[in-house]
């Protein structure tokens, strides 16, 4: 079975407190003193449940408490506390007078933890954060990828450098090598060598190729 409810919610008022309820509250309390909860609203005259009177008066009524932003003395010490307790928030207020357990809560999620973060440390554990600057298995498998296509011959390209520097074309160097070699021996044998050329060319590699082949016969046409 759950905890019993403080008490029965029918006919009672939600939401802001009024000055008028303050005020009957904090006389109550500083006459009797605190009491058993449950019978404070009866007690004192409140159409309001035990658990919202005590809220009440420990986060905004009791005279001991502490108005304003944390200084930055406090903020330390919770850093310490914080380090020590955990988020055991009523624990580190006991260590903090003037000080509620929700205020240090909302101060800490509000400020403490983005402070903690700039200076690279983990709000949770107080140790420095550590990147992993290890590459994931989705940028590996992009670079190797990568790595695959740069070593993929591009066709006609072996064959431009071995007509520029004279020498003959190793087969095992480039797919297409054979082949144009054929079909160039084809060309030069006719008239017109050189339009035929480009047109086998074109069917065999890229422009990219083709292009600096066609300098090449330019350059050894004016020889």
Same mark, same amino acid.
Request: charged fraction near 30%; aromatic fraction near 6%; hydrophobic fraction near 30%.
């Given at each position: 079975m759950?905890r019993?409810?403080?008490?029965e919610k029918v006919?009672?008022?939600r939401?802001?407190? =009024?000055?008028?309820e303050d !005020? &009957?509250?904090?006389? $109550?309390?500083l006459? +009797?003193g /605190? ?6 609203? =009866?007690?004192?005259?409140?159409l309001?449940?035990g658990k919202s009177?005590?809220?009440r008066w420990i986060n905004?009524l ?8 944390l200084t930055?003395a406090?903020?330390? !010490?919770i850093i310490e506390l914080h380090?020590r307790?955990g +988020?055991r928030? @009523? %624990? #580190?207020?006991?260590?903090?007078p003037?000080?509620t357990d929700?205020e240090i809560?909302?101060h800490?999620?509000?400020? #403490? &933890? &983005?402070r903690?973060?700039?200076l690279?440390?983990?709000?949770? =554990?107080?140790?420095p954060i #550590? ?8 940028? +590996?498998?992009w670079?190797?990828d /990568?790595s695959?296509?740069?070593q993929?011959? /591009?066709p006609g390209k ?5 007509? %520029?520097?004279?020498?003959?074309p190793d087969?095992?160097?480039t797919?297409? @090598?054979k082949?144009? =070699?054929l &079909?160039m021996?084809?060309?030069?044998t006719q008239?017109?060598? $050189?339009p +035929?050329l480009i047109?086998t060319?074109?069917?065999? $590699? ?9 300098q ?6 004016h020889?």
């Open positions: 759950g019993q409810p403080c008490c006919g009672l008022r939401g802001p407190w =009024t000055i008028e !005020q &009957k509250l904090v006389d $109550f309390i006459k +009797n /605190i009491q058993c909860w449950r019978v404070v609203p =009866t007690l004192a005259g409140l309001r449940c009177c005590r809220l905004y009791r005279p001991d408490l502490k108005r304003g932003v930055e406090e903020e330390d !010490q380090s307790l +988020n928030w @009523s %624990k #580190i207020a006991a260590h903090l003037g000080r929700n809560k909302n800490w999620n509000t400020r #403490i &933890k &983005k903690l973060k700039l690279g440390l983990d709000p949770q =554990t107080h140790e #550590i990147h992993d600057e290890r590459p994931s298995r989705k940028e +590996n498998a670079n190797a /990568i695959v296509k740069d993929q011959p /591009i072996e064959v431009c450098r071995t007509l %520029k520097t004279g020498a003959n087969p095992k160097d797919c297409c @090598s082949s144009l =070699t &079909k021996d084809e060309s030069m008239e017109n060598c $050189f +035929n047109e060319a074109e069917s065999t $590699f890229s422009w990219d190729s083709l292009s600096e082949l066609e090449i016969f330019q350059y050894r046409s020889r």
